[in-house]
């Protein structure tokens, strides 16, 4: 019975995303779903949260009934997300950026503001981007290392078994360096993959992906994270599973 009854669930949520236009979610959020609640994840760590859209999902479709951490460093959309998340109690907001320093730096905020980085745009970025992906002015930002935070935010929220999630506009690998040794508490880790290069010097997802294994994080999944940009992928979502919480010998 608990089989039908996962896949009436499916299929209802299927039909929900595809009336919103949002069908292109459906794989991401079967992945957290399972995955969030196999390695019973306490806390999503949410960086690069935009106006929050990541950790509405997670409450409204992926089930997640644990901390949510959501840094964002462009000043304009953090008034946004500190609005969204202040009727949940276990929704936190931070307004700087994660990466792999302690310290300022100047942050650019891009025409579409979903592209702001601490990076610049690629100068070979495919023209589909070149209106959107433009800096439009910078502001200089607080940037904290996660092995500096991580501490802090444990003794702060009580959680336990961390997941990452970084949607940083192709700084994720230095927000996986800032988490050194630390990183190794994290249940998991979701990554953007670049496949055709928006930011200068923005990692390679063979790259990321080899990054990650030589850390003992072993891919779970990987789905488009949007709409597609047909007949080339730009960029993909990789959720990774920490080694350590596997059985031996898998």
């Not at 089989?3 to 992945?31: F, K, M, N």
């Not at 589909?128 to 200089?140: C, G, K, L, M, Q």
């Not at 927000?175 to 930011?199: F, H, K, N, S, W």
């Not at 979502?237 to 350590?244: C, E, K, L, S, T």
Request: with cysteine.
């Amino acid at each position: 019975m608990s089989r039908y009854r996962r896949e009436l669930t499916d299929r209802v949520l299927a039909l929900r995303l595809a009336v919103a236009g949002r069908i292109h979610q459906y794989p991401e959020i079967q992945a957290l779903r399972r995955f969030l609640s196999a390695f019973a994840v306490d806390c999503v760590i949410d960086v690069g949260a935009n106006r929050g859209q990541y950790a509405a999902m997670l409450r409204k479709d992926a089930g997640f009934r644990g901390t949510i951490l959501s840094f964002e460093p462009n000043p304009d959309i953090f008034a946004i997300l500190s609005r969204r998340a202040s009727g949940d109690a276990k929704w936190h907001v931070f307004n700087m950026a994660l990466s792999d320093f302690d310290g300022a730096a100047s942050f650019n905020i891009m025409a579409a503001d979903q592209f702001s980085s601490l990076e610049k745009p690629s100068q070979g970025q495919d023209s589909i981007f070149a209106d959107r992906n433009r800096v439009s002015r910078t502001v200089e930002m607080q940037c904290r290392r996660i092995d500096s935070l991580l501490p802090e935010l444990q003794a702060a929220h009580g959680f336990d078994r961390p997941f990452l999630k970084m949607d940083t506009q192709g700084h994720d690998l230095s927000v996986c360096g800032g988490a050194g040794d630390l990183l190794a508490r994290m249940a998991g880790v979701q990554t953007e993959l670049g496949v055709r290069p928006i930011y200068e010097g923005g990692t390679n997802y063979r790259a990321m992906i080899d990054w990650l294994a030589e850390r003992s994080f072993l891919p779970s999944a990987f789905f488009a994270n949007n709409k597609g940009h047909f007949p080339l992928l730009v960029e993909m979502d990789g959720i990774f599973v920490n080694q350590a919480l596997l059985p031996q010998g898998a």
